[in-house]
């Protein structure tokens, strides 16, 4: 209830704004964004949150038998690029594509260059005996 409340006062646009996107977000994507920020339920935000600060899944990374495409945007700072990089290193089939101008929402906020990228990845690993 309070999240929808937050929703109706606007009050989550600056959070969502501030942590997600880099500047070059419209107003209906940040008004989505809002939307399902005020959606989620308030337990499993927390929980996911509290998941957060002990998530480790380092060691199943490199059994991972599958091509994976790490995206990331540069801006990100609820995951940063270093993190993407790690991954990166410790996937065995992984390409890693980092978006410019692009922050933890980078997948709405550069649309056309994310949908570029996962279209590419998906002909090259399709194509590829790299790849299982």
């Known amino acids: 209830m309070r999240n929808c409340v937050i929703y109706i006062f606007k009050y989550n646009y600056v959070y969502v704004e501030l942590s997600g996107f880099t500047g070059t977000e419209t107003r209906r994507q940040l008004n989505f964004a809002g939307l399902l920020s005020a959606l989620g339920s308030p337990g499993v935000l927390a929980r996911g949150t509290l998941a957060m600060l002990k998530y480790d899944e380092t060691m199943t ?43 933890h929402m980078a997948l709405m906020e550069q649309n056309q260059r994310f949908s570029e990228a996962v279209s590419a990845f998906c002909v090259i690993s399709s194509n590829s005996s790299v790849f299982p």
Request: hydrophobic share 45%; glycine share 6%; proline share 7%.
């Open 61 to 103: 990374l490199p059994m991972v038998n599958v091509p994976v495409l790490v995206v990331c945007g540069v801006s990100d700072i609820a995951t940063k690029l270093v993190a993407s990089d790690r991954m990166k290193a410790e996937l065995p089939s992984s390409e890693l594509v980092s978006i410019k101008r692009g922050g």
